[in-house]
């Protein structure tokens, strides 16, 4: 255990760039690294991906392991295991983090059965306990009622998946530089169980809550489907996304895609309207850090209104039509003046 | 083929309580059920069973009363169940838990083959989706994660074609059998139980193998002696402090509410920029 060394981030890459969480998880890292006094080192596989090192650097690595290969131009468990396990047995690290994305999650399940270490899932809070080197992972535990300190106290390294959305990024240094360490990929295609055979993008009107500045939320409360199609329409006018509490989704009032919270997406639009949504902390684990949150409930004492910026104690059904035509009116208003001013 | 279907019975977390207090569970009350994505991927195991013919059989490792779950199982419409239950597996983290599902598997494959794993998501007590792969890597099959639809199986060249979801599309994906798959809800919806499975369902006994039935195995890699993660602490969500009340009647609050954001016009340039 002593041999483990270093803070390490798994560099996940997507069509030639580095994904969002991957350099939160650099910003994060940067910290633990500090702390302990060792190197942030990233982990970049793919195919011709060696052009991210400087963005690496940029956003806090001291080094960079690289694997380049043709074989890793889509992400497949087999391979990129492979090549990640290659890294961590020679270069044993104490503590490796991946976003815990689809691909991150996958990779480090296999990665952390092979190293027949430690993993701690979904993970939304990150320390160090700098004389036993321990690193506190905390994740929402029991659907997010409460939060459980993870410690993996004699296996090495110490792994954890984290929430994107969670940590922050640092500001870019730019012309940042540091040590790259290029190892070949011993694989060869015929040896490999799985192919991808495509990739297809959703085209169809994509959803991209993760990414929308507004966001227009509704829960139980809006009683029935036909109360909730206000959500929708409030969500139109303000050109939001709709979101949901998990209950609704249950109900079939929407599809499962809409979901925010624990088992459903994290997200931190500019604006989130949480309307009849009681703030149960699955759901607040997934819309707390947006940027302003304008909750309407009916109960005064609804959890959802410790997250808020602005509370609305009041009847949804009643307030959102009344709602929904005051913005019509404004926005129309902003929309004249605007044109008049550019004329 | 012989379709295996991992599941595991789960506190129900969707209405378990947090004693604020003592920041612990109260547990009191709460019904054990069988695991909400687990439901799933036996629904896809007996849909898949249904196309191509052969046999379901479930394993889980959990407490004697699980058996409960595994008749549920059944009523979905499983064959077999097979449950391993010790005192030993108790406490396990999803590394041990892996490793003595691992084992139970290797037990299977004496009796037959396995053609397809194919487990839930993830769990709702442990919510972490580990598992799954965990078990893939030690059988050393290749594991297929978030698949939202079989598309394709052909038996005689060991071939399966599945569809998996991706953050921002899906992607398809060929894999040779024996393969391990876990499954979104979105794969299928969980039928109605016909009746003769229910039937069957109330006195089914599944297999129940303790840790002595199973072959080599090291007893340091399981249940909580073998678990490298430990549960250091449990504490109460960071409290929110809560924000500004609008008050007023319901129209009165509304254009309060219009009149905060449109003083925030930077929260509407994409709005704008349409404009």
Redesign the interface.
């Known amino acids: 255990m002593e041999n483990n060394r270093g803070v390490w981030v798994y560099m996940e890459q997507k069509e030639g760039r580095i994904v969002n969480v991957s350099l939160e998880l650099l910003g994060a890292g940067r910290k633990l690294a500090d702390k302990l006094n060792v190197p942030l080192s990233g982990v970049l596989l793919g195919d011709k991906v060696k052009h991210l090192c400087p963005t690496i650097f940029e956003y806090g690595a001291d080094e960079v392991y690289v694997m380049d290969d043709p074989i890793l131009k889509?992400y497949?468990?087999?391979s990129f295991?492979k090549g990640v396990n290659h890294f961590a047995e020679k270069y044993h690290p104490e503590i490796f983090l991946f976003g815990a994305?689809?691909n991150g999650?996958?990779l480090?399940?296999?990665v952390?059965?092979?190293l027949?270490?430690?993993?701690?899932?979904?993970t939304t809070m990150l320390d160090v306990e700098v004389e036993t080197r321990l690193l506190?992972a905390?994740r929402?535990?029991?659907?997010?009622?409460?939060?459980?300190?993870?410690?993996?106290?004699?296996?090495r390294p110490q792994m954890a998946t984290v929430r994107p959305k969670v940590m922050k990024a640092l500001q870019p240094e730019m012309g940042s530089k540091g040590k790259i360490i290029e190892e070949p990929l011993d694989v060869e295609e015929e040896n490999l169980?799985?192919?991808?055979?495509?990739?297809?993008?959703?085209t169809k009107k994509?959803l991209?809550l993760d990414e929308a500045?507004?966001i227009v939320a509704g829960g139980k409360g809006l009683v029935d489907e036909k109360g909730f199609a206000l959500i929708h329409e409030l969500a139109e006018v303000?050109?939001g996304s709709v979101g949901a509490s998990?209950d609704v989704v249950e109900a079939g009032w929407i599809g499962?895609d809409h979901q925010i919270g624990?088992?459903g997406i994290t997200v931190t639009p500019?604006?989130y309207f949480a309307i009849g949504i009681s703030g149960a902390?699955q759901h607040?684990?997934g819309m707390?850090n947006s940027?302003?949150?304008?909750?309407i409930n009916k109960d005064a004492n609804a959890p959802i209104?410790?997250?808020?910026?602005?509370?609305?104690?009041?009847?949804a059904l009643?307030?959102l039509p009344?709602?929904i035509e005051?913005?019509k009116i404004?926005?129309k208003q902003?929309?004249e003046e605007?044109?008049v001013k550019h004329a | 083929m012989h379709i295996v279907v991992c599941v595991k019975q789960v506190?129900d977390?969707?209405i378990?309580?947090?004693n604020p207090k003592t920041?612990t569970?109260d547990r009191r009350g709460i019904p054990a059920i069988l695991n909400p994505f687990d439901s799933h991927a036996v629904e896809a195991g007996v849909r898949l069973k249904e196309k191509v013919g052969g046999t379901v059989s479930v394993l889980s490792m959990g407490p004697p009363n699980a058996v409960k779950m595994i008749r549920k199982c059944v009523e979905i419409g499983a064959d077999e169940g097979y449950l391993i239950s010790d005192r030993f597996f108790a406490g396990a983290?999803?590394?041990a838990t892996?490793y003595a599902l691992y084992k139970a598997f290797e037990k299977m494959l004496e009796e037959k083959p396995v053609d397809i794993i194919i487990c839930g998501k993830q769990t709702?007590?442990?919510?972490?989706?580990?598992v799954?792969?965990?078990i893939?890597?030690?059988l050393d099959?290749?594991?297929?994660?978030?698949v939202i639809e079989i598309k394709e199986v052909d038996e005689k060249a060991k071939k399966v074609?599945v569809k998996?979801?991706?953050?921002?599309?899906?992607?398809?994906?060929?894999?040779?059998l024996p393969?391990l798959l876990t499954v979104e809800?979105?794969i299928n919806p969980v039928s109605y139980s016909p009746l003769p499975n229910m039937i069957k369902a109330a006195r089914y006994e599944p297999t129940i193998w303790k840790v002595d039935d199973l072959n080599d195995v090291d007893k340091k890699q399981l249940g909580l002696k073998g678990?490298?993660?430990?549960?250091?602490?449990?504490?109460?969500?960071?409290?929110?402090?809560?924000?500004?009340?609008?008050e007023g009647?319901?129209?009165q609050?509304?254009?309060q509410?219009?009149?905060?954001?449109?003083e925030?016009p930077?929260?509407?340039?994409?709005?704008?920029g349409?404009?």
Do not use: W
């Open positions: 889509n497949r468990t087999e295991m994305t689809p999650k996958d480090a399940s296999a952390a059965t092979d027949c270490t430690g993993l701690t899932a979904d506190e905390s929402p535990a029991f659907g997010g009622n409460i939060m459980a300190t993870i410690l993996c106290k004699k296996h169980r799985t192919k991808v055979l495509e990739i297809v993008k959703d994509k991209k500045d507004i303000l050109g998990r499962h624990q088992t500019k604006i902390v607040v684990v707390k940027e302003l949150i304008i909750a209104f410790d997250a808020s910026t602005y509370s609305v104690v009041g009847d009643e307030i009344i709602l005051e913005f404004a926005l902003e929309e605007g044109e | 506190p977390t969707r378990i309580k947090v920041n569970l983290d999803t590394l892996s709702i007590d442990g919510d972490t989706g580990q799954g792969p965990g893939a890597r030690r099959i290749p594991p297929i994660t978030n074609v998996r979801k991706l953050e921002d599309g899906y992607e398809m994906i060929e894999s040779s393969c809800k979105d678990s490298p993660t430990i549960v250091a602490k449990m504490f109460a969500p960071p409290k929110l402090e809560g924000g500004k009340k609008i009647n319901a129209e609050q509304s254009k509410i219009v009149s905060l954001l449109l925030k930077e929260l509407f340039e994409k709005k704008r349409r404009a």
